[in-house]
């Protein structure tokens, strides 16, 4: 089944913790990317990689890292979180941009 | 750069009514426009795209939409709306000249589905 998995989908953790949400799609798409769902904003983009060592910043990347060793995997690294960064993540595969498939989706709480 | 605005957050509905969510754009390039759907504890799945040709494009579960490039809109409709249409809506636009490279999602319209 073709597919993008997230993990942890929830994960309450402490500022200044770091922590790696992991992203993995099964469809070899080139494109993937991590957007950020926050209540009224929408989602919004905070990196995307274009290929395996590509990787640009989106909307919103302060605070965020990524990398893209290989073509399947995209993690999401939050070296120091901090409360403003407590939302929803999802991670977002594509052979192009414009169509993407989504994961479920972390929630991540920061205290 | 390009934004989306979806000029309503939620819009209640009975059971049966038809239904439009207004999306409005701007760019100053051509774009290739998106609606995604999010039902509720999951993540976004397309409902249908614009990319050329036609200005009526048809998704799946019933709903289409229409593009209008004077207008910068490209509103979604249902005639008639089922309970399980209940999620939040997202309209989007990528840039064609960028190679859809930055996909900017407007705020989300929810739409509540009443018996």
């Known amino acids: 089944e073709a597919q993008v998995t997230q993990n942890p989908r929830y994960l309450i953790t402490v500022t200044g913790k770091k922590l790696t949400v992991t992203c993995s799609q099964n469809?070899?798409?080139?494109?993937m990317s991590w957007y950020r769902q926050d209540p009224g904003l929408g989602l919004r983009q905070i990196y995307y990689?274009?290929?395996?060592?590509?990787?640009d910043k989106g909307d919103v990347p302060e605070g965020y890292k990524v990398s893209r060793k290989e073509k399947r995997n995209f993690p999401l690294i939050l070296e120091s979180p901090s409360p403003n960064q407590t939302s929803l993540y999802f991670c977002?595969?594509?052979?192009?941009?414009?169509?993407?498939?989504f994961g479920e989706g972390s929630r991540l709480t920061v205290l | 750069a390009q934004s989306v605005t979806q000029l309503d957050s939620q819009v209640p509905v009975f059971e049966e009514a038809p239904v439009e969510l207004r999306c409005n754009y701007s760019?100053?390039?051509?774009?290739?426009l998106f609606w995604y759907v999010q039902y509720p504890n999951q993540g976004l799945q397309l409902l249908l795209k614009y990319l050329s040709g036609s200005t009526l494009v048809k998704g799946i579960n019933g709903f289409e939409a229409e593009f209008n490039k004077s207008q910068t809109s490209f509103h979604l409709r249902k005639p008639s709306v089922h309970i399980s249409d209940t999620a939040e809506y997202f309209c989007a636009v990528s840039d064609q000249e960028g190679a859809g490279n930055m996909l900017t999602f407007g705020g989300g319209t929810r739409l509540m589905v009443k018996p």
């Open positions: 469809m070899n798409h080139e494109y």
């Open positions: 760019s100053s390039v051509s774009v290739y």
């Open positions: 990689s274009m290929n395996v060592e590509v990787t």
């Open positions: 977002a595969s594509s052979l192009w941009a414009g169509e993407l498939f």
